[in-house]
């Protein structure tokens, strides 16, 4: 005879009570582990946004120089040729080549010759590596780390400086060269940035807002400074994601990009300011540049677009225009109501070495007239 089931007996109280405390306990770890899923996707996506470079990105180890012929690397960002290059040409004539080294990021496939180029200090100097650049784009950046990353290459070069192929030089190699060799700091232009947000909260907790820095992107670093730009891994891709200057106004891509609520943000005006900030290294800059910069801000806000620097031309690049700017001793930064007073390792200095933005025709007044010349300050 088979045996007949027995009929259960009903759930008690407390069993209905302990499977409803099960049921929301896996509720909840499953809504956690979804969390978490959700955000290691979302880092995932951030940082799977790097440009080409970042991913052939080589770790740079920091390390302490020990020869006695420290290099300057001058990193020239050009559109295409150096439309000065007589004139830098007169600035490394005679110097010795131990002291100095030359780096330009041009459009791929550029290369300096005889044939473009009227000084044989360029000769064969681009980095082969280099990208499409846009004004306004996370690409000026990008551009910036590979100029760095090729220039760290050379243990020899323990300053660099980052110049505009419009740049022009205010002095001698020599002044220029103790200058910047003497100071143990990098020169990086770097202030709060208040009057107008260009801080998304997207960017956060990546980047603090309180770390947020704008400034000139002319910089001049010292060796373990630009180790930090070329190593970092975190910050530039948020950046690339999330700080993009708005389209032309009247435009559909101004139009979808205003909508979206996105901020008008310029990358190379931020970046490296904000990267040093948050690695806690203002204490190891004097924060300002050594270019020299006239900005047209004539226009309104909303036509940030149109701003641009000023042009030196053949009338205004006189021996007193050129005496006024070297004069200059101090900078003023409004929104921290703070005076930078010009100083290289402690000592007083002139502010700037460099001026931007030169026409040939001026940058031959400059040659011609004998205007860059050593500088009266005896501190250095």
Excluded at 360 to 370: D, L, P, T, W
């Amino acid at each position: 005879m088979t045996k007949k089931s027995q009929p259960q007996p009903p759930l008690s109280r407390r069993g209905v009570v302990w499977l409803g405390w099960k049921f929301v306990i896996a509720f909840s770890a499953a809504l956690c582990l979804l969390a978490l899923l959700r955000i290691q996707f979302q880092y995932h996506s951030v940082t799977t946004l790097l440009p080409p470079l970042s991913v052939a990105r080589s770790h740079i180890p920091v390390s302490e120089y020990s020869g006695d012929r420290p290099k300057l690397a001058f990193l020239f960002l050009a559109r295409r040729d150096l439309p000065l290059d007589f004139m830098w040409d007169r600035f490394f004539k005679g110097v010795d080549h131990s002291n100095f080294s030359i780096y330009i990021h041009s459009i791929p496939g550029f290369v300096f010759n005889e044939n473009n180029t009227r000084s044989q200090y360029f000769y064969n100097r681009q980095i082969n590596n280099s990208i499409k650049v846009v004004w306004g784009e996370s690409s000026m950046i990008a551009a910036e780390i590979l100029l760095l990353s090729s220039a760290l290459e050379d243990h020899s070069n323990q300053r660099f400086v980052l110049l505009s192929d419009r740049c022009a030089p205010l002095y001698d190699f020599g002044y220029i060269y103790r200058y910047l060799i003497s100071s143990p700091r990098s020169f990086v232009d770097s202030f709060l940035h208040t009057k107008e947000t260009r801080y998304s909260v997207q960017m956060s907790p990546v980047i603090p807002e309180e770390k947020w820095r704008k400034g000139a992107q002319w910089i001049s670093l010292i060796r373990s400074h630009a180790q930090v730009i070329v190593n970092d891994d975190i910050v530039f891709p948020v950046f690339k994601k999330f700080c993009k200057r708005c389209p032309p106004l009247g435009t559909k891509e101004a139009w979808l990009f205003l909508k979206q609520n996105r901020r008008n943000c310029i990358p190379d005006e931020h970046y490296v300011q904000t990267l040093l900030t948050m690695q806690g290294l203002e204490s190891e800059m004097e924060r300002r540049t050594v270019t020299y910069t006239v900005w047209n801000v004539s226009s309104t806000k909303y036509e940030a677009n149109s701003w641009h620097p000023v042009t030196f031309t053949v009338e205004n690049s006189g021996p007193e225009q050129i005496k006024e700017i070297k004069k200059i001793d101090h900078v003023y930064y409004e929104t921290e109501s703070r005076t930078e007073w010009c100083k290289a390792d402690s000592k007083p200095v002139p502010c700037f070495l460099f001026g931007r933005k030169f026409t040939n025709e001026a940058a031959m007044r400059i040659v011609s007239q004998g205007l860059i010349g050593p500088s009266t300050n005896i501190t250095l």
